[in-house]
Protein backbone atom coordinates (compact mmCIF):
# COMPACT_ATOMS: atom_id res chain seq x y z
CA UNK A 1 0.00 0.00 0.00
CA UNK A 2 1.40 3.40 -0.78
CA UNK A 3 1.29 6.45 1.01
CA UNK A 4 -0.23 9.44 -0.92
CA UNK A 5 2.05 12.41 -1.59
CA UNK A 6 2.36 14.63 1.02
CA UNK A 7 0.77 17.58 -1.65
CA UNK A 8 -2.52 15.55 -2.33
CA UNK A 9 -5.63 17.29 -1.19
CA UNK A 10 -6.90 15.91 2.30
CA UNK A 11 -10.00 13.45 1.57
CA UNK A 12 -13.20 14.72 2.84
CA UNK A 13 -14.99 12.75 5.54
CA UNK A 14 -18.02 12.96 7.49
CA UNK A 15 -17.67 14.75 11.29
CA UNK A 16 -17.53 14.03 13.91
CA UNK A 17 -16.52 10.57 14.07
CA UNK A 18 -15.53 8.27 11.49
CA UNK A 19 -16.88 5.80 10.19
CA UNK A 20 -20.24 6.49 12.73
CA UNK A 21 -20.00 2.99 14.09
CA UNK A 22 -16.68 3.62 16.29
CA UNK A 23 -18.07 3.60 19.84
CA UNK A 24 -17.38 7.40 20.72
CA UNK A 25 -13.41 8.58 22.17
CA UNK A 26 -10.35 6.83 21.31
CA UNK A 27 -11.63 4.69 18.72
CA UNK A 28 -12.86 7.80 16.47
CA UNK A 29 -9.92 9.27 14.23
CA UNK A 30 -11.64 12.31 14.74
CA UNK A 31 -10.40 11.50 18.61
CA UNK A 32 -6.77 12.41 18.09
CA UNK A 33 -6.00 15.90 16.78
CA UNK A 34 -2.10 16.47 17.07
CA UNK A 35 -0.99 17.73 14.22
CA UNK A 36 2.49 16.78 14.32
CA UNK A 37 1.69 12.56 14.33
CA UNK A 38 2.02 11.03 11.28
CA UNK A 39 4.61 8.38 9.72
CA UNK A 40 7.10 11.05 9.06
CA UNK A 41 7.54 11.74 12.66
CA UNK A 42 7.07 8.36 13.49
CA UNK A 43 9.90 6.88 11.12
CA UNK A 44 12.51 9.58 12.19
CA UNK A 45 11.53 8.42 16.20
CA UNK A 46 11.91 5.13 15.26
CA UNK A 47 15.42 5.71 13.45
CA UNK A 48 16.71 7.07 16.39
CA UNK A 49 15.13 4.74 18.53
CA UNK A 50 16.01 1.49 16.57
CA UNK A 51 19.96 1.69 17.46
CA UNK A 52 20.08 2.38 20.63
CA UNK A 53 17.74 -0.32 21.70
CA UNK A 54 20.02 -2.89 19.71
CA UNK A 55 23.28 -1.26 21.49
CA UNK A 56 21.01 -1.61 24.71
CA UNK A 57 19.81 -5.11 23.97
CA UNK A 58 23.45 -6.41 22.84
CA UNK A 59 25.32 -5.07 25.96
CA UNK A 60 22.31 -6.71 28.10
CA UNK A 61 23.19 -9.93 26.97
CA UNK A 62 27.21 -9.54 27.44
CA UNK A 63 26.16 -8.21 30.71
CA UNK A 64 24.24 -12.13 31.06
CA UNK A 65 27.42 -13.71 29.74
CA UNK A 66 30.29 -11.87 32.24
CA UNK A 67 28.59 -13.41 34.63
CA UNK A 68 30.22 -16.99 33.26
CA UNK A 69 26.64 -18.23 34.14
CA UNK A 70 27.79 -21.94 33.50
CA UNK A 71 30.06 -21.82 36.59
CA UNK A 72 28.87 -23.16 40.05
CA UNK A 73 25.94 -20.87 40.70
CA UNK A 74 26.73 -17.86 39.34
CA UNK A 75 23.64 -18.03 37.08
CA UNK A 76 20.91 -16.18 38.75
CA UNK A 77 18.25 -17.18 36.64
CA UNK A 78 15.99 -20.01 37.68
CA UNK A 79 17.51 -23.75 36.67
CA UNK A 80 20.39 -22.56 35.60
CA UNK A 81 18.60 -20.32 32.91
CA UNK A 82 16.36 -23.08 31.32
CA UNK A 83 19.12 -23.44 28.76
CA UNK A 84 18.79 -20.24 27.63
CA UNK A 85 21.85 -19.07 29.01
CA UNK A 86 24.70 -17.38 26.93
CA UNK A 87 27.54 -19.80 27.46
CA UNK A 88 29.53 -19.25 24.45
CA UNK A 89 32.80 -18.30 26.43
CA UNK A 90 34.54 -17.23 28.87
CA UNK A 91 34.29 -13.69 29.93
CA UNK A 92 37.69 -12.21 29.32
CA UNK A 93 39.46 -9.74 31.96
CA UNK A 94 41.13 -7.63 29.32
CA UNK A 95 40.79 -4.76 28.88
CA UNK A 96 40.04 -4.17 32.71
CA UNK A 97 37.40 -1.79 32.11
CA UNK A 98 35.27 -4.25 29.95
CA UNK A 99 32.57 -4.65 32.20
CA UNK A 100 32.70 -0.92 32.85
CA UNK A 101 32.62 0.01 29.46
CA UNK A 102 29.59 -2.72 28.47
CA UNK A 103 27.27 -2.32 31.51
CA UNK A 104 28.07 1.85 31.21
CA UNK A 105 26.48 1.50 27.31
CA UNK A 106 23.90 -0.79 28.80
CA UNK A 107 22.66 1.98 30.56
CA UNK A 108 23.36 4.73 28.85
CA UNK A 109 21.43 3.03 25.79
CA UNK A 110 18.82 2.56 27.75
CA UNK A 111 18.18 6.04 29.41
CA UNK A 112 18.82 7.90 26.51
CA UNK A 113 16.01 5.44 24.38
CA UNK A 114 13.27 5.92 27.09
CA UNK A 115 12.28 9.40 26.28
CA UNK A 116 12.69 8.19 22.57
CA UNK A 117 10.38 5.99 23.48
CA UNK A 118 7.88 7.60 25.22
CA UNK A 119 7.76 9.85 22.38
CA UNK A 120 7.35 7.18 20.11
CA UNK A 121 4.87 5.90 21.25
CA UNK A 122 2.71 8.97 21.70
CA UNK A 123 3.08 8.99 18.19
CA UNK A 124 1.73 5.85 17.22
CA UNK A 125 -1.30 6.22 20.04
CA UNK A 126 -4.15 5.66 18.11
CA UNK A 127 -2.75 2.68 15.98
CA UNK A 128 -3.56 1.29 19.69
CA UNK A 129 -6.84 2.26 19.30
CA UNK A 130 -7.86 1.10 16.12
CA UNK A 131 -11.43 0.04 15.24
CA UNK A 132 -12.21 -2.89 14.87
CA UNK A 133 -10.24 -4.57 16.67
CA UNK A 134 -9.59 -7.57 14.88
CA UNK A 135 -10.16 -7.87 11.37
CA UNK A 136 -8.55 -10.97 10.24
CA UNK A 137 -6.72 -13.73 12.04
CA UNK A 138 -3.21 -11.55 10.22
CA UNK A 139 -4.58 -8.75 11.69
CA UNK A 140 -5.45 -10.44 14.79
CA UNK A 141 -1.45 -11.86 14.66
CA UNK A 142 -0.27 -8.52 14.21
CA UNK A 143 -1.87 -6.84 16.90
CA UNK A 144 -0.64 -9.67 19.56
CA UNK A 145 2.68 -8.76 18.05
CA UNK A 146 2.24 -5.17 18.97
CA UNK A 147 1.32 -5.90 22.86
CA UNK A 148 4.00 -7.58 23.00
CA UNK A 149 6.04 -5.14 21.53
CA UNK A 150 4.65 -2.10 23.76
CA UNK A 151 4.27 -4.08 27.07
CA UNK A 152 7.68 -5.53 26.68
CA UNK A 153 9.20 -2.31 26.18
CA UNK A 154 7.91 -1.07 28.56
CA UNK A 155 8.31 -3.83 31.04
CA UNK A 156 12.08 -3.86 30.28
CA UNK A 157 12.88 -0.56 30.31
CA UNK A 158 10.53 0.15 33.43
CA UNK A 159 12.48 -2.90 35.18
CA UNK A 160 15.85 -1.78 34.23
CA UNK A 161 15.12 1.88 35.09
CA UNK A 162 14.02 0.98 38.61
CA UNK A 163 16.51 -1.21 39.19
CA UNK A 164 19.00 1.75 39.19
CA UNK A 165 17.34 3.51 41.58
CA UNK A 166 17.76 -0.05 43.90
CA UNK A 167 14.05 0.22 43.79
CA UNK A 168 11.77 -3.28 44.02
CA UNK A 169 8.65 -2.43 44.24
CA UNK A 170 7.43 -5.51 42.42
CA UNK A 171 7.38 -9.34 44.42
CA UNK A 172 9.10 -10.90 41.23
CA UNK A 173 12.96 -10.99 40.96
CA UNK A 174 14.40 -7.78 38.81
CA UNK A 175 17.36 -10.55 36.83
CA UNK A 176 15.38 -13.07 35.07
CA UNK A 177 12.30 -10.87 35.18
CA UNK A 178 14.11 -8.66 32.98
CA UNK A 179 16.20 -11.09 31.41
CA UNK A 180 13.15 -13.38 29.74
CA UNK A 181 11.33 -9.71 29.54
CA UNK A 182 14.39 -8.80 26.70
CA UNK A 183 13.51 -12.19 25.14
CA UNK A 184 10.06 -11.20 24.26
CA UNK A 185 10.36 -7.79 23.30
CA UNK A 186 13.70 -8.47 21.04
CA UNK A 187 10.97 -10.87 19.32
CA UNK A 188 8.86 -8.45 18.98
CA UNK A 189 10.98 -5.78 18.33
CA UNK A 190 13.14 -7.83 15.35
CA UNK A 191 9.32 -8.62 13.79
CA UNK A 192 8.40 -4.73 14.07
CA UNK A 193 11.80 -3.34 12.64
CA UNK A 194 11.50 -6.09 9.34
CA UNK A 195 8.02 -5.23 8.72
CA UNK A 196 8.57 -1.09 9.12
CA UNK A 197 11.66 -0.53 7.21
CA UNK A 198 9.90 -0.45 4.08
CA UNK A 199 7.18 1.74 5.45
CA UNK A 200 10.07 4.19 6.67
CA UNK A 201 11.70 4.21 3.84
CA UNK A 202 9.23 5.10 1.71
CA UNK A 203 7.82 7.90 3.95
CA UNK A 204 11.64 8.79 3.86
CA UNK A 205 11.25 8.78 -0.01
CA UNK A 206 8.32 10.93 -0.27
CA UNK A 207 9.29 13.32 2.29
CA UNK A 208 12.30 13.52 2.84
CA UNK A 209 14.63 12.51 5.65
CA UNK A 210 15.06 15.94 7.28
CA UNK A 211 13.08 17.88 5.05
CA UNK A 212 10.06 18.17 7.35
CA UNK A 213 12.84 19.68 10.31
CA UNK A 214 13.02 22.78 8.27
CA UNK A 215 9.41 23.90 8.63
CA UNK A 216 8.73 26.79 11.56
CA UNK A 217 5.73 26.91 13.24
CA UNK A 218 3.90 29.00 10.87
CA UNK A 219 4.83 26.77 8.32
CA UNK A 220 4.05 23.43 10.28
CA UNK A 221 1.82 21.76 8.09
CA UNK A 222 -0.34 17.65 9.29
CA UNK A 223 0.65 14.97 7.36
CA UNK A 224 -2.03 13.80 5.10
CA UNK A 225 -4.52 11.47 6.55
CA UNK A 226 -4.91 7.95 5.52
CA UNK A 227 -7.59 5.72 6.88
CA UNK A 228 -5.88 3.17 9.85
CA UNK A 229 -2.29 5.29 9.99
CA UNK A 230 -1.45 7.97 12.43
CA UNK A 231 -1.88 11.06 11.20
CA UNK A 232 -4.92 13.32 12.42
CA UNK A 233 -8.37 13.11 10.10
CA UNK A 234 -9.31 16.65 11.69
CA UNK A 235 -5.97 18.46 12.82
CA UNK A 236 -6.00 21.05 15.02
CA UNK A 237 -3.64 24.32 14.62
CA UNK A 238 -0.20 23.41 15.74
CA UNK A 239 1.40 24.91 19.29
CA UNK A 240 5.06 23.62 18.51
CA UNK A 241 7.14 22.77 15.40
CA UNK A 242 8.26 18.98 14.56
CA UNK A 243 11.60 20.18 15.47
CA UNK A 244 10.96 21.93 18.62
CA UNK A 245 9.48 19.01 19.52
CA UNK A 246 12.37 16.67 18.56
CA UNK A 247 14.71 18.77 20.09
CA UNK A 248 12.88 18.65 23.33
CA UNK A 249 12.81 14.52 23.23
CA UNK A 250 16.79 14.87 22.18
CA UNK A 251 17.74 16.94 24.85
CA UNK A 252 15.64 14.85 27.76
CA UNK A 253 17.45 11.86 26.01
CA UNK A 254 20.69 13.31 26.17
CA UNK A 255 20.03 14.69 29.92
CA UNK A 256 18.67 10.57 30.77
CA UNK A 257 21.76 9.35 29.24
CA UNK A 258 24.33 11.71 30.68
CA UNK A 259 23.39 10.62 34.61
CA UNK A 260 24.15 7.05 33.75
CA UNK A 261 27.61 8.51 31.93
CA UNK A 262 28.26 10.47 34.65
CA UNK A 263 28.32 7.10 36.93
CA UNK A 264 29.91 4.82 34.90
CA UNK A 265 32.80 7.14 33.86
CA UNK A 266 33.18 8.21 36.87
CA UNK A 267 35.61 10.43 37.89
CA UNK A 268 35.16 14.76 37.95
CA UNK A 269 31.84 13.70 35.39
CA UNK A 270 30.31 11.98 38.21
CA UNK A 271 29.57 15.07 40.40
CA UNK A 272 27.89 16.49 37.41
CA UNK A 273 25.48 13.72 36.85
CA UNK A 274 23.23 15.45 39.50
CA UNK A 275 20.22 12.85 39.38
CA UNK A 276 22.72 9.70 39.74
CA UNK A 277 21.20 7.32 42.65
CA UNK A 278 25.26 6.85 43.04
CA UNK A 279 26.95 9.74 41.99
CA UNK A 280 28.71 10.99 44.91
CA UNK A 281 31.53 9.94 46.91
CA UNK A 282 31.37 9.61 50.58
CA UNK A 283 33.84 11.11 51.34
CA UNK A 284 37.69 12.04 49.85
CA UNK A 285 39.47 9.34 52.33
CA UNK A 286 41.37 6.79 50.96
CA UNK A 287 37.79 3.90 51.76
CA UNK A 288 35.65 6.93 50.74
CA UNK A 289 34.19 5.76 47.66
CA UNK A 290 30.48 4.20 46.98
CA UNK A 291 29.29 1.14 49.06
CA UNK A 292 26.26 -0.85 48.08
CA UNK A 293 25.89 -2.72 51.05
CA UNK A 294 27.49 -2.10 54.48
CA UNK A 295 29.03 -4.92 56.85
CA UNK A 296 25.53 -3.95 59.25
CA UNK A 297 23.13 -4.44 56.11
CA UNK A 298 24.19 -8.12 55.08
CA UNK A 299 24.14 -9.30 59.19
CA UNK A 300 28.00 -9.14 59.97
CA UNK A 301 29.44 -7.72 63.05
CA UNK A 302 32.73 -6.59 63.80
CA UNK A 303 33.74 -9.75 65.86
CA UNK A 304 33.15 -11.67 62.52
CA UNK A 305 35.88 -9.80 60.76
CA UNK A 306 37.90 -9.60 64.17
CA UNK A 307 41.20 -10.93 64.73
CA UNK A 308 40.17 -14.58 65.03
CA UNK A 309 39.24 -14.05 61.23
CA UNK A 310 40.73 -16.77 59.24
CA UNK A 311 40.95 -17.87 55.47
CA UNK A 312 40.27 -21.08 54.63
CA UNK A 313 41.79 -22.50 51.57
CA UNK A 314 40.69 -25.15 49.78
CA UNK A 315 42.40 -27.46 46.65
CA UNK A 316 44.96 -30.36 47.06
CA UNK A 317 44.62 -29.36 50.71
CA UNK A 318 43.25 -27.03 53.27
CA UNK A 319 45.17 -24.64 54.28
CA UNK A 320 43.91 -22.14 56.92
CA UNK A 321 45.85 -18.32 56.84
CA UNK A 322 45.37 -15.89 59.33
CA UNK A 323 45.41 -11.77 57.91
CA UNK A 324 48.74 -11.73 58.90
CA UNK A 325 50.26 -14.85 56.96
CA UNK A 326 48.09 -13.36 54.16
CA UNK A 327 50.52 -9.83 54.61
CA UNK A 328 53.11 -11.74 54.65
CA UNK A 329 52.73 -13.00 51.21
CA UNK A 330 54.29 -11.30 48.04
CA UNK A 331 51.70 -8.36 47.89
CA UNK A 332 51.10 -6.32 44.37
CA UNK A 333 48.94 -3.51 43.62
CA UNK A 334 46.77 -2.57 40.55
CA UNK A 335 44.30 0.01 39.56
CA UNK A 336 41.13 -1.84 39.21
CA UNK A 337 37.54 -0.97 38.49
CA UNK A 338 34.63 -1.88 40.29
CA UNK A 339 31.70 -2.35 38.14
CA UNK A 340 28.72 -2.89 39.56
CA UNK A 341 26.01 -4.40 37.76
CA UNK A 342 23.48 -1.27 37.90
CA UNK A 343 25.84 0.72 35.84
CA UNK A 344 28.17 2.68 38.37
CA UNK A 345 31.85 2.48 38.33
CA UNK A 346 34.76 3.27 40.62
CA UNK A 347 38.29 2.98 39.59
CA UNK A 348 40.74 2.10 43.08
CA UNK A 349 44.37 0.89 43.83
CA UNK A 350 44.15 -2.04 45.29
CA UNK A 351 46.98 -4.24 47.22
CA UNK A 352 46.63 -7.75 47.99
CA UNK A 353 47.63 -11.29 47.26
CA UNK A 354 47.15 -12.64 43.74
CA UNK A 355 44.36 -15.40 43.74
CA UNK A 356 47.04 -17.69 41.25
CA UNK A 357 49.34 -17.44 44.26
CA UNK A 358 46.64 -19.06 46.22
CA UNK A 359 45.82 -21.50 43.98
CA UNK A 360 49.23 -22.88 44.25
CA UNK A 361 49.11 -22.61 48.02
CA UNK A 362 46.62 -24.67 48.40
CA UNK A 363 47.94 -27.42 45.97
CA UNK A 364 45.97 -26.36 43.44
CA UNK A 365 48.66 -24.39 40.30
CA UNK A 366 46.67 -23.02 37.34
CA UNK A 367 43.00 -24.17 39.16
CA UNK A 368 39.99 -24.79 36.56
CA UNK A 369 38.07 -22.66 38.78
CA UNK A 370 37.56 -21.65 42.73
CA UNK A 371 34.58 -21.16 44.61
CA UNK A 372 35.06 -17.89 46.62
CA UNK A 373 32.24 -17.59 49.98
CA UNK A 374 31.51 -14.67 51.66
CA UNK A 375 31.05 -14.81 55.38
CA UNK A 376 28.09 -13.10 54.81
CA UNK A 377 24.95 -15.95 55.84
CA UNK A 378 22.30 -15.31 52.76
CA UNK A 379 21.73 -13.45 49.64
CA UNK A 380 22.61 -14.72 46.03
CA UNK A 381 26.10 -12.99 46.39
CA UNK A 382 27.16 -15.00 49.47
CA UNK A 383 28.83 -17.20 46.83
CA UNK A 384 30.78 -16.71 43.66
CA UNK A 385 32.66 -19.23 41.17
CA UNK A 386 35.47 -18.01 38.99
CA UNK A 387 36.63 -19.02 35.79
CA UNK A 388 40.64 -20.82 35.27
CA UNK A 389 41.60 -17.25 33.27
CA UNK A 390 39.90 -15.14 36.06
CA UNK A 391 42.46 -16.88 38.55
CA UNK A 392 45.96 -16.58 35.99
CA UNK A 393 45.26 -13.18 35.53
CA UNK A 394 48.29 -11.60 37.53
CA UNK A 395 46.04 -8.76 38.65
CA UNK A 396 43.34 -10.84 40.25
CA UNK A 397 43.52 -10.13 43.84
CA UNK A 398 42.41 -11.10 47.12
CA UNK A 399 43.19 -7.34 48.04
CA UNK A 400 43.34 -6.41 51.74
CA UNK A 401 44.47 -3.06 51.12
CA UNK A 402 42.80 0.14 49.10
CA UNK A 403 44.27 3.01 48.54
CA UNK A 404 47.32 2.65 50.53
CA UNK A 405 45.75 1.41 53.97
CA UNK A 406 43.71 -1.38 55.33
CA UNK A 407 40.22 -2.29 53.91
CA UNK A 408 37.33 -0.46 55.54
CA UNK A 409 34.56 -3.19 57.59
CA UNK A 410 32.28 -2.00 54.87
CA UNK A 411 34.57 -2.20 51.89
CA UNK A 412 35.09 -5.79 52.64
CA UNK A 413 37.68 -6.18 55.24
CA UNK A 414 39.07 -8.48 55.97
CA UNK A 415 39.97 -9.47 52.44
CA UNK A 416 37.99 -8.88 49.39
CA UNK A 417 38.10 -10.48 45.75
CA UNK A 418 39.03 -8.18 42.96
CA UNK A 419 39.11 -9.56 39.09
CA UNK A 420 39.62 -7.16 36.44
CA UNK A 421 36.67 -6.85 33.83
CA UNK A 422 34.76 -8.72 36.20
CA UNK A 423 31.58 -7.53 37.16
CA UNK A 424 30.66 -5.76 40.52
CA UNK A 425 28.67 -8.71 41.80
CA UNK A 426 31.61 -10.90 42.09
CA UNK A 427 34.07 -8.82 43.87
CA UNK A 428 33.47 -10.75 46.99
CA UNK A 429 33.60 -9.17 50.19
CA UNK A 430 34.51 -10.41 53.55
CA UNK A 431 35.85 -13.24 51.90
CA UNK A 432 35.41 -16.47 53.93
CA UNK A 433 36.86 -19.64 52.04
CA UNK A 434 38.09 -20.05 48.75
CA UNK A 435 37.74 -23.58 47.25
CA UNK A 436 40.38 -24.25 43.74
CA UNK A 437 39.57 -27.76 41.73
CA UNK A 438 42.61 -28.38 40.48
CA UNK A 439 43.57 -28.21 36.88
C1 LIG B 1 16.61 1.98 30.71
C2 LIG B 1 16.80 0.83 30.20
C3 LIG B 1 17.52 -0.29 30.88
C4 LIG B 1 18.20 -0.31 32.07
C5 LIG B 1 18.42 0.83 33.02
C6 LIG B 1 18.69 -1.65 32.25
C7 LIG B 1 19.40 -2.09 33.34
C8 LIG B 1 19.97 -3.33 33.46
C9 LIG B 1 20.75 -3.77 34.58
C10 LIG B 1 21.04 -2.95 35.82
C11 LIG B 1 21.17 -5.03 34.33
C12 LIG B 1 22.08 -5.88 35.20
C13 LIG B 1 21.31 -6.67 36.14
C14 LIG B 1 22.19 -7.62 36.93
O1 LIG B 1 23.11 -8.20 36.37
O2 LIG B 1 21.93 -7.76 38.14
C15 LIG B 1 20.64 -5.40 33.06
C16 LIG B 1 20.82 -6.62 32.45
C17 LIG B 1 20.26 -6.97 31.24
N1 LIG B 1 19.49 -6.18 30.41
FE1 LIG B 1 18.88 -4.31 30.81
N2 LIG B 1 18.32 -2.40 31.18
C18 LIG B 1 17.61 -1.59 30.31
C19 LIG B 1 17.06 -1.95 29.09
C20 LIG B 1 17.22 -3.16 28.50
C21 LIG B 1 16.72 -3.48 27.19
C22 LIG B 1 15.96 -2.55 26.26
C23 LIG B 1 17.08 -4.75 26.96
C24 LIG B 1 16.76 -5.46 25.70
C25 LIG B 1 16.56 -6.26 25.12
C26 LIG B 1 17.81 -5.25 28.12
C27 LIG B 1 18.34 -6.50 28.26
C28 LIG B 1 19.10 -6.92 29.33
C29 LIG B 1 19.63 -8.25 29.47
C30 LIG B 1 19.45 -9.39 28.50
C31 LIG B 1 20.36 -8.29 30.68
C32 LIG B 1 21.13 -9.45 31.26
C33 LIG B 1 20.34 -10.12 32.32
C34 LIG B 1 21.15 -11.23 32.93
O3 LIG B 1 22.31 -11.02 33.30
O4 LIG B 1 20.61 -12.33 33.03
N3 LIG B 1 17.87 -4.25 29.04
N4 LIG B 1 19.89 -4.34 32.55
N1 LIG C 1 29.77 -10.44 50.28
C1 LIG C 1 29.34 -9.50 49.42
N2 LIG C 1 30.17 -9.06 48.47
C2 LIG C 1 29.77 -8.11 47.60
C3 LIG C 1 28.48 -7.56 47.69
C4 LIG C 1 27.62 -8.05 48.71
O1 LIG C 1 26.47 -7.62 48.85
N3 LIG C 1 28.08 -9.00 49.56
N4 LIG C 1 28.10 -6.59 46.76
C5 LIG C 1 28.75 -6.69 45.47
C6 LIG C 1 28.39 -5.64 44.54
S1 LIG C 1 26.83 -5.67 43.89
C7 LIG C 1 29.29 -4.71 44.11
S2 LIG C 1 28.89 -3.62 42.90
C8 LIG C 1 30.62 -4.66 44.72
C9 LIG C 1 30.87 -3.29 45.25
O2 LIG C 1 29.93 -3.08 46.23
P1 LIG C 1 30.23 -2.09 47.42
O3 LIG C 1 30.17 -0.75 46.82
O4 LIG C 1 29.11 -2.34 48.37
O5 LIG C 1 31.56 -2.43 47.96
O6 LIG C 1 30.79 -5.58 45.77
C10 LIG C 1 30.24 -6.82 45.58
N5 LIG C 1 30.62 -7.70 46.65
MO1 LIG D 1 26.76 -4.28 42.15
Not at 1 to 12: A, E, G, S
Not at 130 to 155: N, Q, T
Request: with cysteine; proline share 10%; charged share 15%.
Amino acid sequence: MRLPRPNLPRPKLPKPGFPADHPPGPTRPSFWRSPLRGPWLTSILGSALAPLILVCAFTGFLSQAAYNPALGNNSLLPGGGLGVDLYFFSWPTSPSFLYALTQGVHVTSGLLAIPILLAKLWSVMPKLFEWPPIRSIAHALERASLALLVGGSIFVFFTGLLNIQVFYPWPFRFLPAHYYGAFVFMAAFLLHIGLKIPVARRTFREQGVLRPLRADLEHTEPEPYVEGHVAPLEPDRPTISRRAMLATVGAASLGAGFIAASQSIGGPLRSLGLLAPRSTQLNDGPNGFQINKTLAKVNLTRDDIGPNWRLVLQGGEERILSREELLAMPQHTYDLPIACVEGWSTTQSWTGVRLRDLATLAGAPGASQVLVESLQKGGALREVTLSSGQIADERSLLALRVNGVDLSPDHGYPARVIVPAAPGVHQTKWVGAMKFEAA
